[in-house]
């Protein structure tokens, strides 16, 4: 089983490269569109970190309950990826389009190439992690 830690200390990880690609993909979405916003990619990308980190936090202990042994096979890995990228990029939809103002075709398109960009990223980063041994983080923090 992670430890809280771990999972906080994963949540905090994957939201800084989800955050970056959600900016870079609401500033290519708005700019294609011709109304280019660095303001709407950073308002979109700071509320996703926020709301979303509560909830990765809140499915990441989920998963923990669901894992019947202590071997993540590649298959749980991705069935675990489905279920965020089904949670993660309909909060982003709403997101998008409550700060564009609008639940139009550009919160869609928003949220539809971060389902494809975010599906490789997150699970490469949950394979990353798994390489990472269980507990070596709790020793960290113990010996400061």
């Keep these: 089983q992670e430890s809280h830690a771990r ?4 949540g905090i990880s994957w939201r800084i490269i989800a955050t970056s690609d959600t900016i870079l993909i609401v500033l290519l979405i708005t700019c294609l569109n011709g109304n280019c ?3 709407h990619a950073i308002k979109i990308g700071a509320a996703e970190f926020l709301i979303k980190f509560l909830v990765y936090y809140l499915h990441e202990r989920i998963w923990q309950f669901t894992l019947r042994d202590k071997i993540v096979t590649s298959r ?4 675990k990826t489905i279920s965020w990228r089904l949670v993660a990029t309909t909060m982003t939809f709403v997101i998008s389009g409550a700060i564009l103002d609008s639940y139009n075709e550009i919160a869609l398109y928003i949220a539809i190439t971060e389902l494809f960009t975010k599906f490789a990223l997150y699970y ?3 394979r990353m992690w798994i390489k990472l041994p269980l507990g070596r983080i709790r020793k960290y923090f113990k010996k400061n």
């Design 7 to 10: 999972s906080l200390l994963k």
């Design 37 to 39: 916003s660095i303001d």
């Design 76 to 79: 749980e890995t991705l069935y």
């Design 124 to 126: 490469l980063h949950e």
